[in-house]
């Protein structure tokens, strides 16, 4: 029986068993996020090497099959004092060495990771002054209740080489069946590719290179249309909390091109992307019991936001373990949610306005669909968008209200096909209102 | 607003009227703290701008914006405005509250017509969560029951229960409020509840990030009840320090006639009917130091006590012969 030792009959036994980090911590974490949170620690090592704001020349590259799984970096590799205390703990132990504006901080990424992928697994890093290697098989170890270490391999501590020939290799073997056959597929590729390219948009533009079975991840870019009539919303504000450091949150809002797959909140951690184009309760769409905003729909397409939140103690950002969400249950959670409504509020506006000037007389004009027309080329990259508390849009005009009427009538489908060739019209409606214009123009006086 | 500017002249309705001097005792207290070119005034003026005239005069506030959700009419609105200091912003009052200064204490009246509906409830919270320390926020609605026809085996209140869950959305009412009775004033004690439990989660979401230092809470000032024609609800909340106590509260307003903290049930602002004759008559012995009421012919009582009590903000009207 695995119990993890010996109680006497006034205890209580609660010790853990491997087979709760083996089969069920893995359950609730998809494949492609496993994959993430492994380029995450790559990502953490060019940290430790104080490369924050520039990654040129290095890479993490991801080699996917249906036999094996690999990862390989160049990021200096992992100390085998950090392995041997702190890497392999399943969670993060009080004493770990903190490494200010890390991904990396609940302990528990890259084992989840290991076991949700296959069942061996060998970890090769070298340093500039050590080397290690693990070897694991799952199932032997799991064999073994009481015996919660792995042993090196092979561990050099006296070697001395350069910077660029330090890194780490995980590769894992024994693939779970379904995980073999989503590696091996093309299709999966590009997910992960996909969500590479997201989650590490930041990483990217700082010069990192992420291969995926050879192939170059491209760099990312978000932007905002930012012309002379539609200007974004760019807020800084600081999160406090009655200990520890604050974190910093960049806020923009905005509109873009009218693209559903894309519209919606972009939340970036300690620049990892936790959460792409959401248009949920999460981010404040739809009926909450506070600040209420419209559910999305896709009159709402070009709308765009980022919050970019970053602390030097990771643990007080509001994502989830997995890092594909957000912690709804944190207090940096809901001062976000709430900023991130009230930054919505005159983009909502906007493109409710934008959607019902279609209902508005032609002759009236049509000034916000001109705006936004006119700015489309106006799409400028985060960084470049100045401060401004507000989504700046063209001011609503004095209006008054064109008393309209609507005429209705059929036409045989040839002719109408035939008028709509002759005016350029892109559908009935128009055929309507340029025949009707017409008319007026040419006999009415 | 617009629809209510064509039906109703404000200026004849004598309970709103007292509510507006009570609501400005009120606002006095508060920018009396400050110098009034501080704090800004906004609110829903229509085409009378009664309030904003009050506001103006009594307590010098030279900031206001004026909120109009009838965008068709601007220059009507415009021209009917009472000073030029009036700032007519013509929107939605969700679109339009983002626009207000929200750096400087602000009297706010979101003095709306329709019944406790989700959009309004959304803006309170917006204002709650915006509106610097030092900030009055006042938000009037009606409390009328529901006209609605129970279907086949629904009880009547479940009726009107489901219809005020309409209005408000589901989100924002508790279902365990449903056996509560809607008829009297059950829908204004039911909108109470709704917005006191609106304006705390508010003000969670407000503090949310702030650290120890800038903590605010809502302090609720204000809970009249009248009826003009439509039964009326009125509730006032003061933004201030987390750690202002009771006392604290009582002191700042403590001249106030219509305070009303939390708890304290509400204040309902029923003006009698009286003649100008009987009006007069009754000034000329007010205030009365004895505490014994003076009688009027054929007036009861209850009605003398009523005036005696609201006799400085009731209000005088004239009537004009030609």
Redesign the interface.
Known sequence: MEDGGRVGLDTINAHPTKAFFIEMLTRDVDLTSCIVDLTDNSIDGARRLGREEDLTGLTVSVRLSADCFEITDNCGGIEPDLARDYAFRFGRHPSSPALPGSIGQFGVGMKRALFRIGRAFKIVSKTTTSAFEVDVDVNDWADDPDNWTFRFTSLTTDTSRSEDQTGTTILVTKLIPLVSSQLGSEAYQRELEKRLQLAHYRSLQLGLTVLVNGARVPTKTFALVNSDKIQPARVR??????QGP??IVDLFAGIANSEPDEAGWYIFCNDRLVLAADKTLLTGWG???????VRYHNQYARFRGFAILTCAAPERLPWNTTKNGLDTSS??Y?????DIS?MM??VI?FLSELDAESDFASSEGKPLQTAVTSAADHLFELSRIDERP?FQYPA?Q????PPLSRIHYSVSAEDLERAKRQLGARNNKEVGEQTFQYYLEMEVD | MAASGRRIDYRFRPAKCVERRLLCELFRAVVETKAPDTYCYAGFGSFYFEDFIMVHRELGISRMVSIEAD??N??RYVFNRPFRCVDVK??KS??V???LEWARPMILWLDYEAPLM??I??DV??AT??AAKGSVLVVSVNAETPQVVAKDGQEANDARFEEIRSQM????LPERRREETLAGWGVADLYTGVLDG?VQ??V???N??????GLASAFRIANFRYKDGAKMLTGGWFIGDVGMAEGELRSLFGCCTALRLAGEGAYEIEVPNLTGNEVQYLNQRLPCASGKLPRLPGVPAEDVARYVELYRYYPRYAQVVN
């Open positions: 504000r600081e999160y406090a909390f009655p604050p974190i009926t909450a019991p506070s600040i209420r905003l207090e940096a809901v001062a976000l949610r709430r009230q509020i005159p506006t507000r609503r004095d209006r008054v209200r | 965008v068709y601007k220059r013509p929107g969700t679109a509250l983002p626009l989700e959009y409830l959304s919270a917006y969560q915006r959305g589901g989100n924002y609106l989660n508010a969670v979401e407000r949310a990030g702030k650290g120890l230092e």
